[in-house]
């Protein structure tokens, strides 16, 4: 887990402009776009022990994440 790339352009580089062109255009598409990358610093730092929170506090995260990925992949292959 240490080091991995969570950010939508490693999870889905083929879908690169798609992600460019729904974050200019897209305003819903751009707000979860945002938090789902904010999760995933938020997990680098954890991951680098800068952050400390419980296992539960971390699973939760982890489960957000995975949401909003899932969220995101359908809209980018929806449009």
Avoid: C, W
């Amino acid at each position: 887990m240490f080091g991995e790339q969570h950010d939508l352009h490693h999870e889905f580089p083929e879908f690169n402009d798609k992600i460019h062109e729904l974050k200019m255009k897209n305003g819903h598409f751009k707000r979860l776009f945002k938090e789902y990358d904010d999760l995933a610093h938020e997990m680098v730092r954890i991951q680098q022990n800068i952050e400390t929170p419980s296992d539960e506090f971390v699973e939760n995260l982890k489960l957000k994440r995975l949401q909003l990925k899932d969220e995101l992949y359908a809209m980018l292959k929806s449009a």
